[in-house]
Protein backbone atom coordinates (compact mmCIF):
# COMPACT_ATOMS: atom_id res chain seq x y z
CA UNK A 1 0.00 0.00 0.00
CA UNK A 2 1.36 3.81 -0.78
CA UNK A 3 1.63 6.19 1.84
CA UNK A 4 -0.79 8.59 0.55
CA UNK A 5 -3.45 5.20 0.46
CA UNK A 6 -2.86 4.86 3.89
CA UNK A 7 -3.04 8.82 5.11
CA UNK A 8 -5.82 8.70 3.46
CA UNK A 9 -7.75 5.64 4.34
CA UNK A 10 -6.80 6.53 7.98
CA UNK A 11 -6.60 10.43 8.41
CA UNK A 12 -8.75 11.14 5.76
CA UNK A 13 -6.24 13.52 4.23
CA UNK A 14 -5.13 13.61 0.74
CA UNK A 15 -1.75 15.25 1.19
CA UNK A 16 0.90 15.16 2.94
CA UNK A 17 2.63 18.44 5.19
CA UNK A 18 6.07 20.03 4.72
CA UNK A 19 8.71 17.20 4.77
CA UNK A 20 6.27 14.33 6.39
CA UNK A 21 6.33 12.19 2.59
CA UNK A 22 10.30 12.16 2.52
CA UNK A 23 10.68 11.48 5.86
CA UNK A 24 8.42 8.48 5.54
CA UNK A 25 9.84 7.19 2.35
CA UNK A 26 13.22 7.70 3.87
CA UNK A 27 12.27 4.92 6.73
CA UNK A 28 10.34 2.56 4.38
CA UNK A 29 13.62 2.58 2.46
CA UNK A 30 15.65 1.13 6.15
CA UNK A 31 17.35 4.33 6.04
CA UNK A 32 17.95 6.10 10.00
CA UNK A 33 15.94 8.84 9.98
CA UNK A 34 16.30 12.48 11.98
CA UNK A 35 13.57 14.02 12.14
CA UNK A 36 12.90 17.90 13.51
CA UNK A 37 9.21 18.83 13.15
CA UNK A 38 8.28 21.80 14.80
CA UNK A 39 4.92 22.09 17.32
CA UNK A 40 1.91 21.05 14.52
CA UNK A 41 4.47 19.64 12.10
CA UNK A 42 2.61 16.18 12.12
CA UNK A 43 5.51 13.90 13.70
CA UNK A 44 3.62 10.97 14.50
CA UNK A 45 2.50 10.34 10.68
CA UNK A 46 5.88 9.97 10.40
CA UNK A 47 6.25 6.45 11.72
CA UNK A 48 2.87 5.33 12.27
CA UNK A 49 2.42 5.46 8.11
CA UNK A 50 5.82 3.07 7.89
CA UNK A 51 4.65 0.88 10.48
CA UNK A 52 1.54 0.25 9.25
CA UNK A 53 2.18 -0.45 5.67
CA UNK A 54 5.26 -2.70 7.28
CA UNK A 55 4.24 -6.39 8.37
CA UNK A 56 5.14 -6.42 12.37
CA UNK A 57 5.28 -4.20 15.28
CA UNK A 58 6.63 -0.35 15.55
CA UNK A 59 8.28 0.16 18.75
CA UNK A 60 7.99 3.71 20.11
CA UNK A 61 9.85 5.19 23.20
CA UNK A 62 8.40 8.06 24.75
CA UNK A 63 8.92 9.65 28.03
CA UNK A 64 5.86 11.31 28.57
CA UNK A 65 2.44 9.03 29.73
CA UNK A 66 -0.31 11.26 28.85
CA UNK A 67 1.28 11.57 25.23
CA UNK A 68 1.31 7.23 24.75
CA UNK A 69 -2.21 7.13 25.80
CA UNK A 70 -3.65 9.80 23.44
CA UNK A 71 -1.81 8.22 20.68
CA UNK A 72 -3.10 4.67 21.69
CA UNK A 73 -6.43 5.62 22.11
CA UNK A 74 -6.51 7.51 18.39
CA UNK A 75 -4.77 4.40 16.86
CA UNK A 76 -7.59 2.30 18.67
CA UNK A 77 -10.18 4.30 17.28
CA UNK A 78 -8.92 4.24 13.53
CA UNK A 79 -9.07 0.19 14.03
CA UNK A 80 -5.43 -0.02 14.74
CA UNK A 81 -4.12 -2.33 17.53
CA UNK A 82 -1.74 -0.28 19.93
CA UNK A 83 -0.72 -1.00 23.46
CA UNK A 84 0.72 0.81 25.80
CA UNK A 85 3.31 0.02 28.74
CA UNK A 86 1.94 2.51 31.19
CA UNK A 87 2.64 2.90 34.86
CA UNK A 88 0.73 0.86 37.46
CA UNK A 89 0.67 -2.40 35.65
CA UNK A 90 0.62 -5.63 37.68
CA UNK A 91 3.05 -8.17 36.62
CA UNK A 92 0.44 -10.75 35.43
CA UNK A 93 -1.15 -7.59 33.19
CA UNK A 94 2.21 -6.92 31.78
CA UNK A 95 2.78 -10.40 30.96
CA UNK A 96 0.07 -10.54 28.74
CA UNK A 97 0.21 -7.30 27.12
CA UNK A 98 3.73 -8.37 26.25
CA UNK A 99 2.16 -12.20 25.15
CA UNK A 100 -0.33 -10.17 22.81
CA UNK A 101 2.46 -7.90 21.05
CA UNK A 102 4.39 -11.18 20.02
CA UNK A 103 0.72 -13.22 18.99
CA UNK A 104 -2.41 -10.59 18.77
CA UNK A 105 -1.04 -8.87 15.41
CA UNK A 106 -0.19 -5.27 17.18
CA UNK A 107 0.93 -2.82 15.35
CA UNK A 108 2.36 -0.48 17.87
CA UNK A 109 3.66 -0.79 21.12
CA UNK A 110 4.36 2.45 23.20
CA UNK A 111 6.54 2.13 26.74
CA UNK A 112 8.92 4.57 28.50
CA UNK A 113 12.69 3.92 28.29
CA UNK A 114 12.50 3.11 31.93
CA UNK A 115 9.83 0.11 31.54
CA UNK A 116 12.68 -0.76 28.50
CA UNK A 117 15.56 -1.52 31.47
CA UNK A 118 12.70 -4.27 32.67
CA UNK A 119 14.36 -7.76 31.59
CA UNK A 120 10.62 -9.30 31.24
CA UNK A 121 10.39 -6.67 28.72
CA UNK A 122 14.05 -7.37 26.80
CA UNK A 123 13.27 -11.11 26.43
CA UNK A 124 9.42 -10.58 25.14
CA UNK A 125 10.62 -7.81 22.12
CA UNK A 126 13.46 -10.44 21.07
CA UNK A 127 10.75 -12.51 20.55
CA UNK A 128 8.30 -9.82 18.48
CA UNK A 129 8.60 -8.95 15.09
CA UNK A 130 9.98 -6.00 14.95
CA UNK A 131 9.72 -3.42 11.54
CA UNK A 132 10.54 -0.29 13.28
CA UNK A 133 11.95 1.51 16.63
CA UNK A 134 10.69 5.38 17.33
CA UNK A 135 12.04 7.53 19.62
CA UNK A 136 9.84 10.22 20.33
CA UNK A 137 10.77 13.38 22.18
CA UNK A 138 14.33 12.32 21.14
CA UNK A 139 15.93 15.64 22.98
CA UNK A 140 15.77 13.51 25.98
CA UNK A 141 18.89 11.49 25.33
CA UNK A 142 21.33 14.48 24.83
CA UNK A 143 22.40 15.72 28.02
CA UNK A 144 22.46 19.07 26.26
CA UNK A 145 18.98 18.85 25.46
CA UNK A 146 15.70 20.16 27.24
CA UNK A 147 14.51 17.71 29.69
CA UNK A 148 17.87 14.76 29.75
CA UNK A 149 16.75 11.78 30.88
CA UNK A 150 19.78 9.74 31.48
CA UNK A 151 17.71 6.03 30.57
CA UNK A 152 17.60 7.68 27.03
CA UNK A 153 20.88 6.46 26.73
CA UNK A 154 20.17 2.62 26.95
CA UNK A 155 17.86 2.79 24.21
CA UNK A 156 20.72 1.59 21.91
CA UNK A 157 19.71 -1.63 23.69
CA UNK A 158 16.59 -1.95 21.36
CA UNK A 159 19.11 -1.53 18.42
CA UNK A 160 21.28 -4.19 19.86
CA UNK A 161 18.31 -6.87 19.94
CA UNK A 162 17.28 -6.09 16.59
CA UNK A 163 19.95 -5.27 14.60
CA UNK A 164 18.81 -4.69 11.36
CA UNK A 165 15.84 -3.18 11.99
CA UNK A 166 16.01 0.66 11.03
CA UNK A 167 15.52 3.80 13.67
CA UNK A 168 13.54 7.23 13.41
CA UNK A 169 13.93 10.09 16.26
CA UNK A 170 12.01 12.54 16.43
CA UNK A 171 10.99 15.94 18.00
CA UNK A 172 10.07 19.56 17.87
CA UNK A 173 13.22 21.30 19.24
CA UNK A 174 16.94 20.93 19.54
CA UNK A 175 19.70 22.80 18.72
CA UNK A 176 22.79 21.50 16.37
CA UNK A 177 24.53 20.49 19.38
CA UNK A 178 21.60 18.44 20.72
CA UNK A 179 21.05 17.23 17.01
CA UNK A 180 24.58 15.58 16.79
CA UNK A 181 24.50 14.24 19.77
CA UNK A 182 21.32 12.28 19.39
CA UNK A 183 22.31 11.03 16.29
CA UNK A 184 25.64 9.40 17.89
CA UNK A 185 23.96 8.25 21.01
CA UNK A 186 21.57 6.05 18.65
CA UNK A 187 24.80 4.70 16.88
CA UNK A 188 23.16 5.69 13.79
CA UNK A 189 24.59 4.64 10.32
CA UNK A 190 24.56 7.32 7.43
CA UNK A 191 21.52 9.06 8.71
CA UNK A 192 18.94 10.97 6.88
CA UNK A 193 18.30 14.31 8.57
CA UNK A 194 15.31 16.31 7.71
CA UNK A 195 14.78 19.73 9.28
CA UNK A 196 11.66 21.65 8.93
CA UNK A 197 12.51 25.65 9.36
CA UNK A 198 11.30 26.89 12.85
CA UNK A 199 9.49 30.04 10.98
CA UNK A 200 6.05 30.65 11.97
CA UNK A 201 5.40 33.93 9.67
CA UNK A 202 1.54 33.59 10.99
CA UNK A 203 2.56 33.97 14.58
CA UNK A 204 2.72 37.72 15.79
CA UNK A 205 5.22 37.42 18.95
CA UNK A 206 4.59 39.73 20.99
CA UNK A 207 6.30 41.02 24.73
CA UNK A 208 4.31 43.26 26.63
CA UNK A 209 5.38 45.27 29.80
CA UNK A 210 2.84 46.18 32.07
CA UNK A 211 1.90 47.05 35.26
CA UNK A 212 -1.32 45.22 35.17
CA UNK A 213 -1.52 41.51 33.74
CA UNK A 214 -5.25 40.75 34.49
CA UNK A 215 -5.97 44.54 32.90
CA UNK A 216 -4.26 43.47 29.65
CA UNK A 217 -5.58 39.71 29.49
CA UNK A 218 -9.12 41.18 29.22
CA UNK A 219 -7.71 43.60 26.38
CA UNK A 220 -6.12 40.97 24.49
CA UNK A 221 -8.48 38.48 24.58
CA UNK A 222 -11.46 41.07 23.38
CA UNK A 223 -9.04 42.66 21.01
CA UNK A 224 -8.59 38.90 18.91
CA UNK A 225 -11.54 36.98 19.67
CA UNK A 226 -11.11 33.34 19.17
CA UNK A 227 -9.80 30.49 20.94
CA UNK A 228 -7.35 30.80 23.32
CA UNK A 229 -4.57 28.97 25.51
CA UNK A 230 -3.71 31.03 28.73
CA UNK A 231 -0.95 29.43 30.47
CA UNK A 232 0.44 29.51 34.30
CA UNK A 233 2.45 28.67 36.35
CA UNK A 234 0.65 26.56 38.87
CA UNK A 235 -2.66 25.31 39.74
CA UNK A 236 -4.40 27.76 41.97
CA UNK A 237 -3.79 30.56 39.03
CA UNK A 238 -5.46 28.41 36.69
CA UNK A 239 -8.51 28.72 38.63
CA UNK A 240 -7.62 32.23 39.66
CA UNK A 241 -7.59 33.14 35.95
CA UNK A 242 -10.49 31.30 35.21
CA UNK A 243 -12.68 32.80 37.98
CA UNK A 244 -11.53 36.48 36.58
CA UNK A 245 -12.30 36.04 33.20
CA UNK A 246 -15.82 34.16 33.60
CA UNK A 247 -17.01 37.40 36.05
CA UNK A 248 -15.97 39.59 32.64
CA UNK A 249 -18.04 37.79 30.62
CA UNK A 250 -15.57 35.43 29.05
CA UNK A 251 -16.58 31.65 28.48
CA UNK A 252 -13.72 29.62 30.29
CA UNK A 253 -12.20 26.65 31.70
CA UNK A 254 -9.14 25.40 33.11
CA UNK A 255 -7.03 22.35 33.14
CA UNK A 256 -4.01 20.86 35.46
CA UNK A 257 -2.49 17.61 36.72
CA UNK A 258 -4.79 17.25 40.16
CA UNK A 259 -7.99 17.58 38.27
CA UNK A 260 -9.79 13.65 37.52
CA UNK A 261 -9.14 11.71 34.27
CA UNK A 262 -12.93 11.90 33.69
CA UNK A 263 -13.03 15.70 34.36
CA UNK A 264 -9.59 16.78 31.92
CA UNK A 265 -11.46 15.06 29.09
CA UNK A 266 -14.50 16.95 29.71
CA UNK A 267 -12.78 20.19 29.80
CA UNK A 268 -10.64 19.08 27.19
CA UNK A 269 -13.61 18.23 24.84
CA UNK A 270 -15.50 21.73 25.46
CA UNK A 271 -12.64 23.66 24.77
CA UNK A 272 -11.70 21.63 21.38
CA UNK A 273 -15.03 21.53 20.05
CA UNK A 274 -15.24 25.06 20.56
CA UNK A 275 -17.98 25.15 23.73
CA UNK A 276 -15.44 26.97 25.66
CA UNK A 277 -13.71 29.71 24.14
CA UNK A 278 -10.34 30.03 26.73
CA UNK A 279 -8.57 27.11 27.95
CA UNK A 280 -6.64 28.34 31.16
CA UNK A 281 -3.56 25.62 32.03
CA UNK A 282 -0.31 25.02 33.32
CA UNK A 283 2.33 24.40 30.71
CA UNK A 284 1.57 20.47 31.10
CA UNK A 285 -1.04 21.17 28.72
CA UNK A 286 -0.76 21.24 24.90
CA UNK A 287 0.65 18.05 24.16
CA UNK A 288 -0.41 16.07 21.36
CA UNK A 289 -3.28 18.40 20.90
CA UNK A 290 -4.01 19.33 17.60
CA UNK A 291 -6.47 22.54 17.35
CA UNK A 292 -6.28 24.06 14.34
CA UNK A 293 -8.37 27.36 15.56
CA UNK A 294 -6.29 28.73 18.39
CA UNK A 295 -6.24 32.48 17.50
CA UNK A 296 -4.39 33.42 20.79
CA UNK A 297 -1.83 31.57 23.26
CA UNK A 298 -0.94 34.54 26.44
CA UNK A 299 1.99 33.15 28.70
CA UNK A 300 1.03 34.80 32.18
CA UNK A 301 4.31 34.05 33.33
CA UNK A 302 8.03 33.89 31.79
CA UNK A 303 8.15 30.51 30.23
CA UNK A 304 11.42 28.87 32.08
CA UNK A 305 12.88 28.18 28.30
CA UNK A 306 12.90 28.98 24.71
CA UNK A 307 12.59 25.61 23.26
CA UNK A 308 9.36 25.16 25.85
CA UNK A 309 8.26 28.27 25.05
CA UNK A 310 8.41 27.76 21.18
CA UNK A 311 6.49 24.79 21.64
CA UNK A 312 3.31 26.33 23.86
CA UNK A 313 3.10 29.18 21.30
CA UNK A 314 3.31 27.01 18.45
CA UNK A 315 -0.48 26.28 19.36
CA UNK A 316 -1.45 28.72 17.97
CA UNK A 317 -2.54 29.44 14.10
CA UNK A 318 -1.96 25.67 12.77
CA UNK A 319 -4.81 26.83 10.62
CA UNK A 320 -2.36 29.24 8.92
CA UNK A 321 -4.25 32.48 9.66
CA UNK A 322 -3.00 35.43 11.22
CA UNK A 323 -2.48 34.26 15.26
CA UNK A 324 -1.19 36.13 18.50
CA UNK A 325 1.55 34.90 21.24
CA UNK A 326 2.04 37.09 23.62
CA UNK A 327 4.06 36.90 26.93
CA UNK A 328 3.17 39.50 29.62
CA UNK A 329 5.72 40.97 31.73
CA UNK A 330 5.84 42.55 34.93
CA UNK A 331 9.64 44.43 36.00
CA UNK A 332 9.28 41.76 38.72
CA UNK A 333 9.26 38.97 36.59
CA UNK A 334 13.31 38.50 36.10
CA UNK A 335 13.83 38.37 39.89
CA UNK A 336 10.87 35.85 40.02
CA UNK A 337 12.10 33.30 37.39
CA UNK A 338 15.44 33.50 38.24
CA UNK A 339 14.47 32.46 41.69
CA UNK A 340 12.02 29.64 40.82
CA UNK A 341 14.38 28.16 38.43
CA UNK A 342 17.97 29.09 39.33
CA UNK A 343 17.86 30.14 43.27
CA UNK A 344 16.26 26.47 44.22
CA UNK A 345 18.42 24.54 42.14
CA UNK A 346 20.33 21.35 44.20
CA UNK A 347 23.61 21.35 44.49
CA UNK A 348 25.22 17.63 44.18
CA UNK A 349 25.97 17.80 48.44
CA UNK A 350 22.29 18.63 49.24
CA UNK A 351 20.96 16.06 46.61
CA UNK A 352 22.99 13.40 48.48
CA UNK A 353 21.65 14.45 51.75
CA UNK A 354 17.97 14.15 50.12
CA UNK A 355 18.74 10.68 48.97
CA UNK A 356 20.52 10.14 52.77
CA UNK A 357 18.01 11.00 54.44
CA UNK A 358 14.98 9.48 52.47
CA UNK A 359 16.90 6.15 53.00
CA UNK A 360 16.69 6.59 56.64
CA UNK A 361 13.20 7.74 57.05
CA UNK A 362 12.36 4.76 55.01
CA UNK A 363 14.52 2.70 57.33
CA UNK A 364 16.59 1.64 54.24
CA UNK A 365 19.70 -0.72 55.25
CA UNK A 366 22.76 -0.60 53.72
CA UNK A 367 22.75 -2.62 50.39
CA UNK A 368 19.04 -2.78 50.75
CA UNK A 369 15.95 -1.35 49.34
CA UNK A 370 16.23 -1.91 45.71
CA UNK A 371 12.36 -2.11 44.24
CA UNK A 372 10.67 -1.51 47.05
CA UNK A 373 7.81 0.72 47.51
CA UNK A 374 7.31 3.76 50.00
CA UNK A 375 3.88 5.88 50.64
CA UNK A 376 5.55 9.26 50.93
CA UNK A 377 4.27 11.88 52.81
CA UNK A 378 6.56 14.90 51.34
CA UNK A 379 5.30 17.40 53.66
CA UNK A 380 5.98 15.49 56.59
CA UNK A 381 9.30 14.65 55.10
CA UNK A 382 10.46 18.16 55.08
CA UNK A 383 8.89 19.53 58.13
CA UNK A 384 11.06 15.87 59.87
CA UNK A 385 14.33 16.72 58.43
CA UNK A 386 13.90 20.91 58.40
CA UNK A 387 14.35 20.93 54.58
CA UNK A 388 12.95 23.64 52.31
CA UNK A 389 9.87 22.24 49.90
CA UNK A 390 11.02 23.76 46.75
CA UNK A 391 14.59 22.57 46.98
CA UNK A 392 14.07 19.81 48.04
CA UNK A 393 11.09 18.85 45.72
CA UNK A 394 13.62 19.41 42.50
CA UNK A 395 16.29 16.71 44.33
CA UNK A 396 13.79 14.43 44.35
CA UNK A 397 13.09 15.30 41.03
CA UNK A 398 16.57 14.77 40.00
CA UNK A 399 16.60 11.36 41.30
CA UNK A 400 13.70 10.48 39.61
CA UNK A 401 15.23 11.61 36.02
CA UNK A 402 18.32 9.62 36.96
CA UNK A 403 16.75 6.31 38.09
CA UNK A 404 17.93 6.48 41.41
CA UNK A 405 14.34 6.74 42.45
CA UNK A 406 10.37 6.60 41.02
CA UNK A 407 8.62 9.47 42.31
CA UNK A 408 5.10 8.69 41.32
CA UNK A 409 2.17 11.67 42.23
CA UNK A 410 -0.73 10.53 40.62
CA UNK A 411 -2.88 11.57 43.80
CA UNK A 412 -4.35 7.65 43.64
CA UNK A 413 -3.71 7.86 47.36
CA UNK A 414 -6.19 10.84 48.36
CA UNK A 415 -8.72 10.93 50.66
CA UNK A 416 -12.18 9.56 48.61
CA UNK A 417 -15.33 10.77 49.92
CA UNK A 418 -19.00 10.28 48.54
CA UNK A 419 -22.43 11.15 50.31
CA UNK A 420 -24.53 8.22 49.74
CA UNK A 421 -27.95 9.47 51.73
CA UNK A 422 -29.89 12.01 50.32
CA UNK A 423 -30.36 15.92 50.84
CA UNK A 424 -33.13 15.76 53.43
CA UNK A 425 -32.17 12.67 55.32
CA UNK A 426 -28.57 14.66 55.23
CA UNK A 427 -30.24 17.72 56.85
CA UNK A 428 -32.03 16.29 59.02
CA UNK A 429 -29.23 13.96 60.38
CA UNK A 430 -27.41 17.48 61.00
CA UNK A 431 -29.95 18.88 63.13
CA UNK A 432 -28.86 16.55 66.03
CA UNK A 433 -25.10 16.53 65.23
CA UNK A 434 -25.02 19.67 65.35
CA UNK A 435 -20.77 19.54 65.63
CA UNK A 436 -20.68 18.03 61.90
CA UNK A 437 -22.56 21.05 60.81
CA UNK A 438 -19.47 23.03 59.21
CA UNK A 439 -17.36 20.18 58.50
CA UNK A 440 -20.26 18.54 56.04
CA UNK A 441 -20.78 22.35 54.29
CA UNK A 442 -17.22 22.43 53.74
CA UNK A 443 -17.42 19.19 52.02
CA UNK A 444 -20.35 19.95 49.88
CA UNK A 445 -19.15 23.49 48.73
CA UNK A 446 -15.85 22.53 47.88
CA UNK A 447 -16.38 19.50 45.94
CA UNK A 448 -19.65 20.16 43.53
CA UNK A 449 -19.97 16.30 42.86
CA UNK A 450 -19.31 14.48 46.46
CA UNK A 451 -23.04 13.25 46.34
CA UNK A 452 -22.72 11.87 42.61
CA UNK A 453 -19.46 10.20 42.96
CA UNK A 454 -16.52 8.82 44.67
CA UNK A 455 -14.45 12.20 44.90
CA UNK A 456 -10.83 12.50 45.59
CA UNK A 457 -10.19 15.23 48.68
CA UNK A 458 -7.63 17.45 49.38
CA UNK A 459 -7.54 16.36 53.18
CA UNK A 460 -4.95 19.43 54.25
CA UNK A 461 -7.67 21.99 52.43
CA UNK A 462 -10.28 20.52 54.12
CA UNK A 463 -8.81 20.81 57.56
CA UNK A 464 -7.67 24.57 56.72
CA UNK A 465 -11.19 25.57 55.67
CA UNK A 466 -12.90 24.00 59.13
CA UNK A 467 -10.12 25.29 60.85
CA UNK A 468 -9.78 22.50 63.25
CA UNK A 469 -6.97 19.86 63.93
CA UNK A 470 -6.75 17.12 61.25
CA UNK A 471 -6.93 14.25 63.80
CA UNK A 472 -10.40 15.62 64.54
CA UNK A 473 -11.73 16.53 61.10
CA UNK A 474 -10.29 12.66 60.41
CA UNK A 475 -12.74 11.81 63.97
CA UNK A 476 -15.38 13.53 62.25
CA UNK A 477 -15.16 12.01 58.79
CA UNK A 478 -15.31 8.48 60.84
CA UNK A 479 -18.72 9.16 62.68
CA UNK A 480 -20.26 10.39 59.58
CA UNK A 481 -19.05 6.68 58.27
CA UNK A 482 -19.97 4.92 60.84
CA UNK A 483 -23.74 6.85 60.33
CA UNK A 484 -23.63 5.45 57.16
CA UNK A 485 -24.09 9.54 55.83
CA UNK A 486 -20.65 8.96 53.47
CA UNK A 487 -18.39 6.43 52.50
CA UNK A 488 -15.01 7.25 53.18
CA UNK A 489 -11.41 5.92 52.31
CA UNK A 490 -8.80 7.46 53.97
CA UNK A 491 -5.29 7.92 52.76
CA UNK A 492 -2.26 9.06 54.85
CA UNK A 493 -0.13 10.03 51.49
CA UNK A 494 -0.19 12.01 48.13
CA UNK A 495 2.89 10.40 46.60
CA UNK A 496 5.02 6.48 46.05
CA UNK A 497 8.30 6.44 46.17
CA UNK A 498 10.21 3.37 44.78
CA UNK A 499 13.77 2.97 45.39
CA UNK A 500 15.47 1.45 41.80
CA UNK A 501 19.04 0.58 43.29
CA UNK A 502 20.37 -0.77 47.02
CA UNK A 503 21.23 1.71 48.99
CA UNK A 504 24.84 2.75 48.84
CA UNK A 505 24.61 6.32 49.80
CA UNK A 506 27.53 8.93 48.31
CA UNK A 507 28.28 5.93 45.68
CA UNK A 508 25.00 5.83 44.94
CA UNK A 509 25.10 9.24 43.45
CA UNK A 510 28.37 9.76 42.32
CA UNK A 511 27.92 8.45 39.19
CA UNK A 512 25.03 10.98 38.22
CA UNK A 513 27.21 14.08 39.50
CA UNK A 514 28.36 15.20 36.62
CA UNK A 515 24.90 14.97 34.87
CA UNK A 516 23.73 17.05 37.64
CA UNK A 517 26.11 20.08 37.31
CA UNK A 518 25.29 19.93 33.48
CA UNK A 519 21.90 19.88 33.56
CA UNK A 520 22.35 23.25 35.86
CA UNK A 521 24.74 24.64 33.52
CA UNK A 522 21.91 24.24 30.73
CA UNK A 523 19.18 25.50 32.75
CA UNK A 524 21.20 28.70 33.88
CA UNK A 525 21.38 29.25 30.17
CA UNK A 526 17.80 28.29 29.03
CA UNK A 527 16.49 31.21 31.55
CA UNK A 528 19.30 34.03 30.44
CA UNK A 529 18.25 33.37 26.77
CA UNK A 530 14.73 33.73 27.87
CA UNK A 531 15.68 37.12 29.64
CA UNK A 532 17.52 38.40 27.05
CA UNK A 533 14.49 37.79 24.45
CA UNK A 534 12.62 39.29 26.32
CA UNK A 535 14.30 42.65 27.06
CA UNK A 536 15.62 42.93 23.22
CA UNK A 537 13.23 45.32 21.43
CA UNK A 538 16.01 46.12 18.88
CA UNK A 539 15.53 42.91 17.19
CA UNK A 540 12.64 40.84 15.29
CA UNK A 541 11.35 38.30 17.81
CA UNK A 542 10.50 35.76 15.13
CA UNK A 543 14.52 36.22 13.93
CA UNK A 544 15.74 35.79 17.93
CA UNK A 545 13.71 32.21 17.96
CA UNK A 546 15.07 30.90 14.67
CA UNK A 547 18.71 32.27 15.61
CA UNK A 548 18.17 30.94 18.99
CA UNK A 549 17.18 27.42 16.80
CA UNK A 550 20.44 28.00 14.76
CA UNK A 551 18.49 29.27 11.75
CA UNK A 552 19.46 32.41 10.49
CA UNK A 553 17.36 35.13 8.82
CA UNK A 554 17.56 38.37 7.56
CA UNK A 555 13.60 38.92 7.29
CA UNK A 556 11.60 40.51 10.07
CA UNK A 557 8.36 39.23 10.38
CA UNK A 558 7.06 42.51 10.26
CA UNK A 559 4.09 41.54 12.77
CA UNK A 560 5.61 41.04 16.20
CA UNK A 561 6.25 43.40 18.73
CA UNK A 562 9.35 44.66 17.98
CA UNK A 563 8.63 45.35 14.01
CA UNK A 564 5.05 46.98 14.65
CA UNK A 565 6.73 49.38 17.34
CA UNK A 566 9.37 49.90 14.99
CA UNK A 567 7.12 50.63 12.29
CA UNK A 568 5.67 53.17 14.53
CA UNK A 569 8.49 55.38 15.25
CA UNK A 570 8.71 56.89 11.62
CA UNK A 571 5.38 58.71 12.88
CA UNK A 572 4.18 57.21 16.32
CA UNK A 573 1.19 59.24 16.79
CA UNK A 574 -0.08 59.36 13.36
CA UNK A 575 -3.50 58.36 12.54
CA UNK A 576 -4.07 57.74 16.72
CA UNK A 577 -4.83 61.50 17.57
CA UNK A 578 -7.78 61.45 14.53
CA UNK A 579 -8.81 58.20 16.52
CA UNK A 580 -8.86 59.62 19.83
CA UNK A 581 -11.20 62.64 18.79
CA UNK A 582 -13.28 60.39 16.80
CA UNK A 583 -13.81 58.24 20.21
CA UNK A 584 -14.34 61.19 22.57
CA UNK A 585 -17.56 62.78 20.24
CA UNK A 586 -19.35 60.09 21.99
CA UNK A 587 -18.29 59.96 25.76
CA UNK A 588 -15.82 61.11 27.95
CA UNK A 589 -12.90 57.62 27.80
CA UNK A 590 -10.21 57.07 30.27
CA UNK A 591 -6.65 55.98 28.70
CA UNK A 592 -8.07 52.32 29.30
CA UNK A 593 -11.16 52.77 27.55
CA UNK A 594 -9.54 54.33 24.35
CA UNK A 595 -7.07 51.61 24.38
CA UNK A 596 -10.22 49.41 23.71
CA UNK A 597 -10.67 51.79 20.88
CA UNK A 598 -7.58 52.01 18.89
CA UNK A 599 -5.11 49.58 18.22
CA UNK A 600 -2.00 51.04 18.83
CA UNK A 601 0.34 50.70 22.26
CA UNK A 602 -0.31 52.54 25.37
CA UNK A 603 2.73 54.37 24.83
CA UNK A 604 2.28 55.75 21.60
CA UNK A 605 -1.49 56.62 23.11
CA UNK A 606 -0.42 58.42 26.03
CA UNK A 607 2.11 60.33 23.90
CA UNK A 608 -0.90 61.11 21.46
CA UNK A 609 -3.35 62.05 24.45
CA UNK A 610 -0.16 64.86 25.45
CA UNK A 611 0.04 66.28 22.20
CA UNK A 612 -4.13 66.90 21.95
CA UNK A 613 -3.99 68.10 25.29
CA UNK A 614 -0.89 70.52 24.10
CA UNK A 615 -2.88 71.30 21.24
CA UNK A 616 -5.97 72.84 23.74
CA UNK A 617 -8.34 69.71 21.87
CA UNK A 618 -8.66 67.81 24.67
CA UNK A 619 -8.75 68.34 28.89
CA UNK A 620 -8.90 65.94 31.55
CA UNK A 621 -11.70 65.65 33.96
CA UNK A 622 -11.61 65.44 37.38
CA UNK A 623 -12.66 61.82 36.82
CA UNK A 624 -9.39 61.13 35.28
CA UNK A 625 -11.54 61.02 31.89
CA UNK A 626 -10.13 62.86 28.74
CA UNK A 627 -13.32 65.38 27.05
CA UNK A 628 -13.52 67.59 24.25
CA UNK A 629 -12.82 70.87 24.46
Sequence with gaps: MHPIEVLERYWNHTSFRPLQEEIITSVLNREDTFALLPTGGGKSVCFQIPALIQDGICIVISPLIALMKDQVNTLKAKGIKAIALTSGLSYKDLDTQLDNC????????????????????????????????????????????????????????????????????????????????????????NPKIYKASFARPNIAYNVVHTDDKLYQLEYFLRTYSGSSIIYVRNRRA???????????????????????????????????????????????????????????????NLPESLESYYQEAGRAGRNGEL????????????????????????????????????????????????????????????????????????????????????????????TKIQFITTNAVLFKYLETHLDLNILVKVLLRTYGGIFDYDTKVNLGLVVKKVNLPENQVITQLQRLEKDEVISLQIANTDSEITFLKPREDDITINPIAKTIKQQHTLKHQQIEAVLSYIKNDLVCRSQQLL???????????????????????????????????????????????????????????????????????????????????
Design 547 to 629: SYFGEQTVQNCGICSVCIAKASKTNPTAGVTNQILKALQAETLSSRQLLQHINCSEKVLLKSLLELIELNKIKLTHANTYTLV
Design 102 to 189: IYGNYKFLYLSPERLQQSLVQERIQQMRVNLIAIDEAHCISQWGNDFRPAYKNISTLREMHPHVNCIALTASAKYDVINDIVDNLDFI
Design 323 to 414: AQAIILKQHIDEDHLRSQFLSSLPSVAFVKTVYNKLCNYFQISYGEGENTMHQFDFKSFCHHYKLSASITYNALLLLDRNAIITLTQHFNFR
Design 238 to 300: TTDIHNFLNAKGFSSTYFHGGITNKEKQKRLYEWTNGQKQIMVATTAFGMGIDKADVKTVIHI
